[in-house]
Nanobody, 122 residues
Framework: QVQVVESGGGSVQPGESLRLSCEASGITFSRACLAWFRQAPGKEREGVAIISHLGVTVYADSVKGRFTISRDNAKNTLYLQMTSLKSDDTAVYYC????????????????WGQGTQVTVSS
């Protein structure tokens, strides 16, 4: 059974940084397409960043230049380094894998984590 578990969320002030982690099991991690999504209260879930098994990355316009997605295949772990955080980044962040297509939009991801809360507030 494929599982992904997020960690690293928390409360920070605007301008600060945070790193999220997502540990995966039950898959051949090095061949997996992985992504981060987020959902803010009252808003639809949106794709944040995606990384292919070859390490190709795509970001949402709203986080380009501030967030970095990366993977450690030896540790079966996906990361999201978030810098210059804004109040608009407040959301529950989800890790996802097993897409039908390795795309940030329309990828039809099959496996999701439980999410980790990120709150950016002064």
């Amino acid at each position: 059974q494929v599982q992904v578990v997020e960690s690293g969320g928390g409360s920070v002030q605007p301008g600060e940084s945070l790193r999220l982690s997502c540990e995966a099991s039950g898959i051949t991690f090095s061949r997996a397409c992985l992504a981060w999504f987020r959902q803010a209260p009252g808003k639809e879930r949106e794709g944040v960043a995606i990384i292919s098994h070859l390490g190709v990355t795509v970001y949402a316009d709203s986080v380009k230049g501030r967030f970095t997605i990366s993977r450690d295949n030896a540790k079966n772990t996906l990361y999201l380094q978030m810098t210059s955080l804004k109040s608009d980044d407040t959301a529950v962040y989800y890790c996802a894998t097993e897409p039908r297509w390795c795309m940030l939009r329309g990828g039809e991801f099959k496996t999701w984590g439980q999410g980790t809360q990120v709150t950016v507030s002064s």
